[in-house]
């Protein structure tokens, strides 16, 4: 058997300092608009994942909403759009509209669809990749 003195130099052993799990509080501080945007990621994931060859066209039109709707989202509350600072709530509409305009041509125009899943995917792998190169 180990002596505890090597294993826990400091002197602490395992009951040393018993800290009771369920007296830590967790704190709950959530952006609205980005838990929305994450939420929509999963759920068009879980559609992807379950529904994707079977309903074609309904991939692409979400694959065009969530690409358009997070970039203009991210352009209208990251930069001034003419010389004032949108809302939040009006930055997230403008976002919706022209994500909905960029599903409809993605679903619409079948080339287009498809450069853009393969876009995404290119894009979600070059930020796997980066955070995996990140750890060395």
Do not use: W
Request: charged share 15%; hydrophobic share 55%.
């Amino acid at each position: 058997m180990a002596d505890p003195s090597r294993l826990f130099p400091d002197g602490g052993g395992p009951g040393a300092a018993e800290v009771d799990a369920c007296e830590l509080e967790i704190e709950r501080n959530y952006d609205v608009i980005p838990a929305i945007i994450c939420s929509m990621c999963c759920l068009f994931g879980i559609i992807y994942c379950f529904f994707g060859y079977r309903c074609f066209k309904a991939v692409m039109f979400l694959t065009g909403l969530m690409f358009g709707s997070v970039i203009i989202f991210m352009l209208c509350h990251k930069e001034r759009v003419l010389d004032t600072q949108l809302s939040v709530e009006a930055s997230a509409g403008i976002g919706l509209g022209i994500g909905v305009l960029c599903g409809l041509v993605t679903m619409l125009v079948r080339s287009v669809g498809l450069f853009m899943v393969g876009l995404l995917l290119g894009l979600l792998l070059a930020v796997a990749g980066l955070v995996v190169m990140e750890e060395f």
